[in-house]
Antibody, heavy 122, light 108 residues
Framework: QLQLQESGPGLVKPSETLSLTCAVSGGSINNSIYYWGWIRQPPGKGLEWIGSIYYSGRTYYNPSLMSRVTISVDTSKNQFSLKLSSVTAADTAVYYC??????????????WGQGTLVTVSS | SYELTQPPSVSVAPGQTARITCSGDALPKQYAYWYQQKPGQAPVLVIYKDSERPSGIPERFSGSSSGTTVTLTISGVQAEDEADYYCQSADSSGHGVVFGGGTKLTVL
């Protein structure tokens, strides 16, 4: 089964760019049934979808974050990445990467990383 | 932007039935999915395609759909079911993802 692992700085300064990478193991990121997604959860709050990417590089973003988000994929390393620019304290959250299963009409996240807390503070 | 609406909280006594609703205009056209999240853990899928149950999920978890509302039903609630539950669907384009605000299930 798939395993996903987020990595990146746990502390980012305001106005800077948050960068995270998700390493995928146990399967290929080229698997056509999957998109690969980023979801975040501010402390004590709900889940928010940030965006998703296909192995081809096609991306879909949350309209509320679209102006600040870039998601990319590196098939040679079996990983995908998130960049969120101009961060503020409101971007403090646990960031999850997950596999978005689109097989046979479904569209759900079936494997999740453990999540990584990113704090925006000077 | 498209939204899914859930009640913030639901309380139920052990052994009773809990029902958590999720409403959204696109739900007649898009499937709904349900996740259980316990403190400090990543969400776990408990229902997909409105009413299908993944392997390993207890039979007491079921899902249904009627018009613009989907419902997660937990029959014979157990203390271990206390958690936050989130519905999720696709937006009208079929490519974006939307989560409901989440419902905290308290087992009295």
């Amino acid at each position: 089964q798939l395993q996903l692992q987020e990595s990146g700085p746990g502390l980012v300064k305001p106005s800077e760019t948050l960068s995270l990478t998700c390493a995928v193991s146990g399967g290929s990121i080229n698997n056509s049934i999957y998109y690969w997604g980023w979801i975040r959860q501010p402390p004590g709050k709900g889940l928010e979808w940030i965006g998703s990417i296909y192995y081809s590089g096609r991306t879909y973003y949350n309209p509320s974050l679209m102006s600040r988000v870039t998601i990319s994929v590196d098939t040679s390393k079996n990983q995908f990445s998130l960049k969120l620019s101009s961060v503020t304290a409101a971007d403090t959250a646990v960031y999850y990467c997950a596999s978005l299963n689109r097989y046979s009409g479904t569209y759900h996240f079936d494997y999740w990383g453990q999540g990584t807390l990113v704090t925006v503070s000077s | 932007s498209y939204e899914l609406t859930q009640p913030p909280s639901v309380s139920v006594a052990p052994g009773q039935t809990a029902r958590i609703t999720c409403s959204g205009d696109a739900l007649p056209k898009q499937y709904a999915y349900w996740y259980q999240q316990k403190p400090g853990q990543a969400p776990v899928l408990v229902i997909y395609k409105d009413s299908e149950r993944p392997s390993g999920i207890p039979e007491r978890f079921s899902g249904s759909s009627s018009g613009t509302t989907v419902t997660l039903t937990i029959s014979g609630v157990q203390a271990e079911d206390e958690a936050d539950y989130y519905c999720q669907s696709a937006d009208s384009s079929g490519h974006g993802v939307v989560f409901g605000g989440g419902t905290k299930l308290t087992v009295l």
